[in-house]
C-alpha cells in the first residue's frame, strides 16, 4: 500500500478534470476519508494506490468519462497496465472484457512509494443491478468499460465539496452505508492481491473501512447517520429502502461475532486508514457496538415503523 497526501492528490486530481466535467464527479474511497479527516493535517498520509471517481448521473457518464479520459490522455497520463483484460477493445468486444479506465499521472514511477493511479466508475442506470456491472466507453484508442456497483449511488449522494477544488468527495457515513449494504454477510471470497503481506476476505476489508471511518468521525452520538441513512435510501433506492434498511447491520453483526473475521477487519485498518492512529482490538469493537447501537438500530427502527404506517394505510377499519 503506498502512502499519499489526500490534500496534494485530491487537488491534482481536481486540477486535471475538465472544469466542464466537473460536477460530474465525486471522488470516493480511502483518498475521500483521508480528506474529510486529515486535511487539516499535512503529516497524515493515505495508505492507497488507487483514486476512485464515480461519474454521475448516469445518462451524463459516459459523454463525461469520455472528456476526462480524453484529457488526461492528451496531457501524458500513463494506463495502468494490470489485470486481465489489458488492451482495448472494440465494439464487438463484450462489455465485460473491456479494461478499465485507470491512469497514472505524467512522469510518476508506477514502483515508487508515492505512486497512484486515477479509476473511473459510474452509478448504476438501475435499482435493479446486482454485482457488478459494465458500461462501454468508446475512446479513439479503442473501448473501455466504466464499473459500477450496486450500491455506488449511496457513494455519490449529497456529495460533500472538496473545500476551493470544484469537484465533490463521498461524505464519510455515506461510504460506510454502502460498505453496509453491501455485506449483509461475511463471504468467503478474498481479495485479489495481499493486504498487508495477508490474504484478506473482502467482506472483512469493506466492513473493517466502517470501523475506521466511525473510528475516526469519534461521534458522541451516531444517531444522525440513522436520518443521513434513511433519507439516501429513501432517494437511490425508492422502491425497497426499508427491506434494505432492516438488513443494513446484519453484516457488521457478523463481524463483531467472529473473533477471526474482526481480527482481519482489525488488521486493514492498522494498514489502512487508521495507520497514523492505530486502535486496539477493544477500541475497534466499541467504534463498532457504538455505531449498531446508535446509527444502525435506529434506522432498522424507523424502517419497521414505515413498514408498519403502509400496512395501515391499506387497511379498511369498519
Not at 433506492?237 to 474482526?262: C, H, K, Y
Request: include cysteine; glycine fraction near 6%; proline fraction near 7%.
Amino acid at each position: 500500500m503506498n502512502q499519499i497526501s489526500p490534500t496534494k492528490v485530491l487537488s491534482e486530481v481536481a486540477a486535471a478534470v475538465p472544469v466542464s466535467c466537473r460536477e460530474n464527479i465525486v471522488v470516493i474511497g480511502s483518498l475521500a476519508a483521508g480528506f474529510h479527516f486529515f486535511k487539516n493535517d499535512p503529516s497524515k498520509a493515505v495508505r492507497t494506490k488507487d483514486v476512485d471517481c464515480v461519474l454521475a448521473p448516469f445518462h451524463a457518464a459516459v459523454g463525461a468519462g469520455q472528456a476526462i479520459t480524453r484529457r488526461l490522455l492528451d496531457e501524458g497520463w500513463q494506463r495502468r497496465m494490470a489485470g486481465d483484460h489489458q488492451q482495448p477493445g472494440n465494439a464487438g468486444t463484450p462489455v465485460d472484457q473491456l479494461p478499465a479506465v485507470r491512469l497514472y499521472p505524467p512522469g510518476v514511477d508506477p514502483d515508487s512509494a508515492e505512486a497512484w493511479f486515477i479509476e473511473l466508475l459510474t452509478v448504476p442506470e438501475s435499482t435493479e443491478n446486482e454485482g457488478r456491472k459494465w458500461t462501454r466507453l468508446p475512446l479513439d484508442e479503442g473501448h473501455f468499460g466504466l464499473p459500477t456497483f450496486r450500491f455506488i449511488s449511496i457513494t455519490a449522494f449529497d456529495a460533500l465539496p472538496a473545500d476551493d477544488l470544484g469537484i465533490r468527495y463521498a461524505r464519510p457515513e455515506m461510504m460506510a452505508l454502502a460498505n453496509l449494504l453491501e455485506h449483509p454477510e461475511i463471504k468467503p471470497e478474498r481479495m485479489s492481491g495481499l493486504f498487508a503481506g495477508r490474504a484478506i476476505k473482502r467482506s472483512n476489508k469493506d466492513l473493517g473501512r466502517v470501523l475506521a471511518i466511525a473510528t475516526l468521525a469519534d461521534l458522541d452520538d451516531y444517531r444522525p447517520w440513522a436520518n443521513s441513512w434513511k433519507n439516501a435510501l429513501e432517494a437511490c433506492f425508492p422502491n425497497e429502502w426499508r427491506s434494505l434498511a432492516i438488513r443494513v447491520g446484519a453484516g457488521l453483526r457478523a463481524l463483531l461475532a467472529s473473533r477471526s473475521d474482526f481480527e482481519e477487519a482489525h488488521h486493514t485498518c492498522l494498514n489502512g486508514l487508521l495507520a497514523s492512529q492505530p486502535p486496539t482490538l477493544d477500541a475497534l469493537r466499541s467504534a463498532g457496538d457504538r455505531v449498531l447501537g446508535d446509527a444502525v438500530e435506529l434506522l432498522e427502527e424507523l424502517a419497521k415503523v414505515q413498514t408498519v404506517r403502509t400496512l395501515l394505510v391499506g387497511i379498511e377499519l369498519p
